[in-house]
């Protein structure tokens, strides 16, 4: 399966005159916020991707709504429409993020994108040609525990037994 987005010349020739300083670089797209309606268990945390930003050697540029925590030495494109949004994906170099609609995105322009696996769901759900999950090594006994409430354990160790220093991005 693989989704699918076009644009029309007028879309592109107003895109490339919008974002054309961040066209020139080669930039990575970031979101380090996950929608918790459907599950508070999703989300690898602001801070773990701020550690991932700090030990990175990348032009970052931080998705999102303009309410959103903004990570530090990042560019920020927030509040972008989804049209916006589409372009940037489509342009950039990769992607980084909790599992959500990035990864949909991603996968309409085979973009590669490294996904911070929660342990509710297994990785078929999400997965993508382009998709690369990371995720606990080796996985915790009760992934995937489908919760909708919060984690049973002491912690989400499905999500703090990954670190920063561990996420390769290449």
Known sequence: FKNEIFFNDYEIKNFEI???????????????????????NKGWGVENFQKL???????????????????????YYLDLNLRELFYLVSEAKF???????LNHIASSFEKKIYVIKPGIVPKEYF??????????????ECSPCYLKTPCLKKERYCMTDIKPEKAKLF
């Open 127 to 140: 997965s993508y040609k382009n998709t690369i999950a990371i995720e606990r090594d080796p996985p915790i």
């Open 18 to 40: 919008k974002f054309k300083n961040l066209i020139k670089t080669n930039f990575v797209i970031v979101n380090p916020h996950t929608r918790i309606e459907f599950t508070p």
């Open 95 to 101: 992607l980084v993020s909790n599992e959500g609609y």
């Open 53 to 75: 930003m700090d030990i990175s050697d990348f032009n970052w540029c931080q998705v999102g709504n303009k309410n959103d925590r903004k990570l530090n030495n990042v560019n």
